[in-house]
């Protein structure tokens, strides 16, 4: 936990040994801990750690290198097991290479060299055919390109405060979008609002046991609604509510006292993380209310710095959420395999830069300077969606 940082619940080890001990991870999903650590001495304390799992499979994470491995199987080269460093099923940014943060400058890098020369050791133990680093910060990324990594660039939609004078309140925050933006978000407000449910945010320590039922209900439903996989399982919820219940936040909205719908969310310090959304009245307007304003005036309200909503979801930028870059990095055992992967990473960036530059033209945010009513001939982008990874 002194290694996790302040604003990072994913990388704690209630979050963590949570996945264990409900089997979330484990042989049977095919993502097995294989944790780096580092020590001045055998039964010292930690000065680094690495989160790594062993992998048979690719599910869970969001970097994808489907193609990858579909590559490697067409050559005949093995492509699993392989080696990850992130937070399973968890596409959420911070360090994957952790560094106790009291130490000098000289020990950390050292600590940080240790930490990469373990994984790649860990890579020729178990013979895997690969090292992903995902969803680090933009300075490992960097690091980790000088040993033999390919850095790779990715983008998320992430909810930021505004600079030195955070937003007051909602009407604050919408203040700063064009009228016709603005005016949307309100009429989606006003239309989650007419289906005659009530609407609360609490913590999990202020949920009750029928409540934590039926947001365990809302995941199951959403991940059956598209054919997905439950990466979390009943006991992972039972754990949480134990062990870490503050971390977690739910928006939920009843009919009466039923819960209809309702989000899995986590916080610390001052960033906020939404994970999951699930409902049994699928109404419209609902997903924003629950996976985005709610969420955004908690934000506010706590003084945060960063929401970041979950992958994928273009229809994000409309409410405020801003392409963000993500960073990965990765190693190839294979030459001929990582230098098509180095190629195709290197066109893909430029491909990236394209999309968040577009994206950039459509914020519903007047650029400084700009009248309220100035006119926007940008063509919409607004696709509903009711999926949060």
Known sequence: DALAGDDNPFL???????LEESESVGTDAGCVPLFVAVRAAPDGPLLGAAPLYLKTNSYGEFIFDWSWASAAHRAGLPYYPKLVAAVPFTPVTGSRLLVRPDLDVATAGQVTEALIAGMHK?????????????FCSEDESRALGQHRFVPRLSMQFHWHNRPGRPFENFDDYLSTFRSRNRKQVRKERLGAAAHGLSFRTATGDELTEREWAALYGFYMANVDRHHGTAYLTPAFFEIARAKFPKRMVATLAYRGKKPVAGTVNFEKGRHLYGRYWGCVEDLPMLHFELCYYRLIERAIERQ???????????????????????????????????????????????AVEEQMQLYAAHSPFRAPGQKDDDADHAPSIDKQSDRKE
Not at 12 to 18: D, G, P, T, V, Y
Not at 122 to 132: F, I, K, L, P
Not at 323 to 348: C, F, Q, V
Request: aromatic content about 8%.
């Open 12 to 18: 704690e080890h209630a979050f963590l040994s949570a």
């Open 122 to 134: 860990a890579a020729e133990e178990t013979e895997s055919s690969s090292v992903h680093v995902l």
């Open 304 to 350: 945060c710095t960063l929401f970041e909503a979950g992958a994928q979801g273009e229809h994000k930028l409309k409410r405020g959420l801003v392409p963000s870059h993500t960073y990965s990095a990765h190693w190839i055992r294979h030459p001929g395999l990582g230098s098509a992967i180095a190629a195709y990473i290197k066109s893909e960036r430029l």
